[in-house]
Each structure stands twice: as structure tokens, then as C-alpha cells.
């Protein structure tokens, strides 16, 4: 059995910030229905669906949780379906940090990984705060879990030749 257990070193979701576009949108369509209403006012009924719209919105983002133990990275979705995804650690392959202009405003990021898993060759951590802290944390988890492992991440061209490796020719 080993000696080190998993532990959690991080838990978060997305920023509400994300849903800024779909808020705004039903806010309008409320406007344009209320505005209807006044002239015609069974229409005020219609202010059910910019209602609904912004509250699975919100549940949508709410109920999107990212947990990175010592080993792995959980993915947990869905508001009445609940799907979860694990990817280990050590098939992490890059990992990007993406800011945009609004985002660096809110102290807001996106985190890109690339993987070797299967069900999950690109994975985004969208809208957390500490992006580069929680980017420079999981480096370091990433490299300590190959060392475990003994596990050395290679990559392969097209022609199936290792990057990084010329071709020596015939020895002879």
C-alpha cells in the first residue's frame, strides 16, 4: 500500500463572469417582453423563459467543479445528470494560460491542458481566479507524479520520428 495518500491541493469552478453573454441576452429579451406587455399583457407569461434561460445559466456554471488531487484531475458536470471524468495527472502535456483583456480585468483566467488521455486529449479549467498559481502548482504536481510513475511523456511527428531526435544513419 503506499506510504502517501491522495490529497486535494485544489477545488474550484468557473466565475460567474462566463455567463455576462447569456445574462445579458435574456435581460434584453425580458425588456423586449415586458415592453410587449404593456400593450398586450397576457404577454408578461413570456418572462418565463429569459427567467428560466438565466437560472440553467447560472446551475450550468454553478454545478461545474474541477478537483486536482496528488494524482488527478476530477471534472464534475451537469445540473440533473451528473457526469464524471478523471485525468491522471501524469498525462498532462502542456499546459496553457489563457487571459483576455476582460478576463485580466476580474483577475480571471483560462487554463488549457493538453493530454494523453483518451476521453480527454484537451480540457479547459475556464474563468478561475489564480490562474497562473493554480498553473504553476499543477507543473509541479504533474512532474512529481512522472517521477513516481517513471512514466517520460514522448511525442511523435507525422512520419513517426521522435521530435527532438535527428536521424543519425547507418552506423557502420
Not at 445579458?24 to 407569461?45: D, K
Request: hydrophobic share 40%; with cysteine.
Amino acid at each position: 500500500m503506499d506510504d502517501e495518500s491522495e490529497t486535494t491541493f485544489w477545488k474550484g469552478s468557473p466565475s460567474q463572469w462566463l455567463n455576462t453573454g447569456p445574462f445579458s441576452v435574456a435581460i434584453l429579451l425580458a425588456a423586449g417582453i415586458i415592453a410587449g406587455g404593456i400593450f398586450f399583457p397576457p404577454a408578461f407569461i413570456g418572462l418565463v423563459i429569459p427567467v428560466f434561460y438565466m437560472l440553467w445559466s447560472y446551475l450550468t456554471v454553478r454545478c461545474q467543479t474541477f478537483e486536482l488531487t496528488t494524482e488527478r484531475l476530477r471534472i464534475t458536470k451537469g445540473v440533473i445528470n451528473q457526469n464524471i471524468d478523471e485525468v491522471e495527472l501524469y498525462r498532462v502535456k502542456d499546459i496553457v494560460v489563457d487571459r483576455k483583456w476582460w478576463m485580466r480585468l476580474t483577475g480571471l483566467g483560462n487554463v488549457h491542458l493538453e493530454t494523453s488521455d483518451r476521453s480527454l486529449p484537451h480540457l479547459d479549467i475556464p474563468a478561475i481566479r489564480d490562474c497562473i498559481g493554480l498553473r504553476e502548482a499543477l507543473r509541479k504536481k504533474v512532474e512529481a507524479m512522472r517521477d513516481k510513475k517513471r512514466v517520460r511523456e514522448m511525442d511523435f511527428d507525422e512520419t513517426g520520428d521522435t521530435e527532438g531526435f535527428e536521424d543519425m544513419g547507418d552506423i557502420g
